[in-house]
């Protein structure tokens, strides 16, 4: 069974910085685009940063210039750096994982389970 775990959510001040780390566990053999999402409360998801494999980024206008994603191919693992917090960007934080194979399985995309982003004074 393959799962996403984020990790390094809480509260910062407006200003700050976090750093959020997703792992795919599991047997996997590739894994194709990696991205994260965020929901505030009320709102819809939406996409906050995706890297492919070839490391190509893309971004919300929303970010550009504060957040930065990575992605560790041999750790299966994608992360986001987010500097210059603002109070907007509180919201739960969701990594996903597109076209992950495995020797014997297939997943056309997996969610992990959220970390909470707090962004206040």
């Known amino acids: 069974q393959v799962q996403l775990v984020e990790s390094g959510g809480g509260l910062v001040q407006p200003g700050g910085s976090l750093r959020l780390s997703c792992a795919a566990s599991?047997?996997?053999?590739?894994?194709?685009?990696m991205a994260w999402y965020r929901q505030a409360p009320g709102k819809q998801r939406e996409l906050v940063a995706r890297i492919t494999s070839g490391d190509n980024a893309n971004y919300a206008d929303s970010v550009k210039g504060r957040f930065a994603i990575s992605r560790d191919n041999a750790k299966n693992g994608v992360y986001l750096q987010m500097n210059s917090l603002k109070p907007e960007d509180t919201a739960v934080y969701y990594c996903n994982a597109e076209h992950v194979r495995l020797v014997g399985d297939y997943y056309p995309l997996l969610w992990g389970q959220g970390t909470q982003v707090t962004v206040s004074s």
């Open positions: 599991g047997s996997i053999s590739s894994i194709n685009a």
